[in-house]
């Protein structure tokens, strides 16, 4: 079973953790860090305050161009170059050659899997295109989210083609009524960073709905 722990987010879980506008969240199994946050000093703080070592991670997933998701590359890259980047294909060409000074990076542009029960949706249309990761638990499939920009009603349409969505951890961004609808059906749901109606994603689903923040420990 998924262990994900979330280093970065301007939302506080624990109170040793330096909270900061951003997200970036970590896969134990898999040695897996999704988004790195706006700063390399406090991803390294927060990891380190977690027993998280740069060395211990293996992949890196970037979900899209934004300076509170790429933020800390150069920080955990300079740290452990032989870490194994996917970034999909509307990448500037700054963030890429930021990346290629430590590693090869992977770009993607459809759906992808990079592990036994871990793919990428690829990018998704919106103003700004951008990728989920999704997660393979006994309860079917989670998706990650930095931002949901394309919207998660989309993002958990795309998804459902390949199996039924358990749950979401991640920023939701700007929050529509057909988005609160389409989470419905989603059994776990931690919405945090971006999101603009948590409270009322909270109030529509309190069964389903689970407080996310820097130091929140999702055991799935």
């Keep these: 079973m998924p262990t994900l722990t979330e280093i970065y987010n301007n939302i506080p879980y624990r109170r040793d953790l330096i909270p900061d506008w951003g997200f970036s969240c970590y896969i134990h199994e898999a040695g897996l860090l999704f988004d790195t946050g706006a700063k390399g000093s406090v991803l390294l703080a927060n990891m380190q305050e977690l027993g998280i070592s740069p060395a211990d991670v293996r992949h890196l997933v970037l979900s899209h161009d934004h300076w509170d998701h790429t933020g800390g590359i150069q920080a955990i890259l300079a740290a452990?170059?032989?870490i194994e980047v996917f970034v999909?294909?509307?990448f500037s060409e700054e963030t890429l050659g930021l990346i290629r000074e430590y590693a090869a990076p992977t770009i993607v542009d459809t759906w992808t899997d990079i592990l036994s029960g871990i793919a990428v949706t690829g990018p998704l249309e919106n103003d700004v295109r951008e990728?989920?990761?999704v997660v393979t638990v006994p309860g079917g499939l989670l998706i990650v989210t930095g931002c949901a920009?394309?919207?998660i009603s989309r993002i958990i349409d795309r998804v459902s083609r390949e199996g039924p969505v358990w749950g979401l951890?991640?920023?939701?961004?700007t929050?529509?009524?057909e988005d609160i609808d389409a989470l419905a059906g989603v059994a776990y749901i931690s919405a945090s960073h971006c999101t603009d109606k948590i409270r009322e994603i909270e109030e529509r689903y309190p069964e389903t709905f689970r407080p996310g923040g820097a130091g929140k420990v999702h055991r799935l």
């Design 80 to 82: 452990n170059p032989s």
């Design 88 to 90: 999909h294909d509307v």
């Design 131 to 133: 990728q989920s990761l």
């Design 149 to 151: 920009h394309p919207h």
């Design 169 to 173: 951890i991640g920023g939701l961004h």
């Design 175 to 177: 929050v529509t009524a």
